[in-house]
């Protein structure tokens, strides 16, 4: 009886060893593989080829629009680049093109400014943000932003309402997330700009991070026609 007991206590410990084993196998393995898993997936719902809506919201093609441009021209504006601090969890920073900096805006109507910054989210002055504006953006995809001469006249994308408040979808995903260092990237794409008193933008976002690391300080460049045009290059000389 005894050479029994000993011999199921052996069995019980050999048992739950190996259930140990298998429960740590399967924790390593889960540690490497949901993070692999879930950067493939960001992959896949940020490639053209796929679209998911959310509830409610009528589907619209991901791909880029793809502008008019023929060969380069030598005489394309002068592109700008500015550094716009959205690091505040509550506050919008306002930025108008015409003037080349953020504003300060005490009334969202107003027509003095074209996007707005709130940490990573961004979005434009018309549609369900200001009715009055005429905001909207095109996303161009991962073109040359040098090469990009000129823009499309219509079919620009302008805000609509949810729950709690505004937002574009162009620009809902305009970075990259990476789930093992957690840190965003800007996506290589151009967007194209219509501004709140219909004027023409191209732009691209490059960096999120402010000089001391810290997040919040939305880095783009960009090349504003401020004739009404859709060609951004210098006109003729006489």
């Not at 504006?77 to 505040?88: C, F, G, H």
């Not at 400014?113 to 009715?131: C, E, M, P, Q, Y």
Request: proline fraction near 4%; include cysteine.
């Amino acid at each position: 009886m005894l050479k029994e007991e000993q011999t199921l206590k052996k069995k019980k410990l050999w048992r739950n060893l190996f259930l140990l084993n298998l429960g740590i196998t399967f924790l390593l393995i889960g540690l490497y593989w949901v993070p692999v898993k879930m950067l493939q997936l960001e992959s896949f719902v940020d490639s053209p080829s796929v679209n998911l809506p959310k509830e409610g919201v009528v589907p619209i093609s991901d791909t880029p629009a793809q502008p008019v441009i023929g060969s380069t021209p030598t005489n394309l504006l002068e592109t700008k680049l500015t550094v716009i601090n959205a690091s505040s969890e509550n506050d919008w920073v306002y930025f108008d093109f015409s003037r080349g900096k953020v504003v300060k805006i005490h009334d969202k109507t107003s027509l003095e400014w074209d996007l707005a910054f709130r940490r990573s989210k961004v979005i434009s002055n018309g549609g369900a943000t200001n009715k009055i504006g005429k905001a909207g953006l095109i996303n161009l995809g991962k073109l040359n932003f040098d090469q990009i001469a000129d823009v499309p006249l219509d079919d620009y994308t302008s805000d609509t309402a949810t729950k709690t408040e505004t937002e574009n979808s162009i620009l809902l995903k305009w970075y990259s997330y990476n789930y093992i260092t957690h840190k965003l990237s800007a996506k290589s794409n151009t967007y194209a700009v219509k501004t709140a008193d219909h004027k023409y933008v191209k732009v691209k976002f490059l960096d999120f991070y402010c000089a001391n690391k810290e997040t919040g300080c939305i880095k783009m460049q960009y090349v504003y026609q401020d004739n009404g045009s859709n060609q951004f290059t210098k006109p003729a000389s006489g």
